[in-house]
Nanobody, 121 residues
Framework: VQLQASGGGLLQAGGSLRLSCAAS????????IGWFRQAPGKEREFVAD????????SYADSVKGRFTISRDSAKNTVYLQMNSLKPEDTAVYYC???????????????WGQGTLVTVSS
């Protein structure tokens, strides 16, 4: 299975964007799908995650109230709706899978290529 992130782009601060994470195969009910981001010169950081079975979510404090993670079981896709974007949200965004709830990148696998989000001030 591959997880491919898409939907990135260039936009101004305050704008909105929806990222998609599409799975090439089946997403199992035991999976947890996470979004991470990596800005230039910085470590990859947790953004949000969702359990595939019950849709339970969690968010990094930096995006709570602005970003929403959701899933579409029929499309095997996880979304990240990003509102009120800030220049500090600029990063390459990745999705990946873990077998338990986690905010640690090392516990995730099936990383895709990522999609670039650039927010100008």
């Amino acid at each position: 299975v591959q997880l491919q992130a898409s939907g990135g782009g260039l936009l101004q601060a305050g704008g909105s964007l929806r990222l998609s994470c599409a799975a090439s195969g089946r997403i199992y009910s035991s999976w947890n799908i996470g979004w991470f981001r990596q800005a230039p010169g910085k470590e990859r950081e947790f953004v949000a995650d969702i359990t595939w079975s019950y849709g339970r979510t969690s968010y990094a404090d930096s995006v709570k109230g602005r970003f929403t993670i959701s899933r579409d079981s029929a499309k095997n896709t996880v979304y990240l709706q990003m509102n009120s974007l800030k220049p500090e949200d600029t990063a390459v965004y990745y999705c990946a899978r873990s077998l338990s709830r986690s905010r640690i990148a090392g516990e995730y696998t099936y990383w895709g290529q990522g999609t670039l989000v650039t927010v100008s001030s």
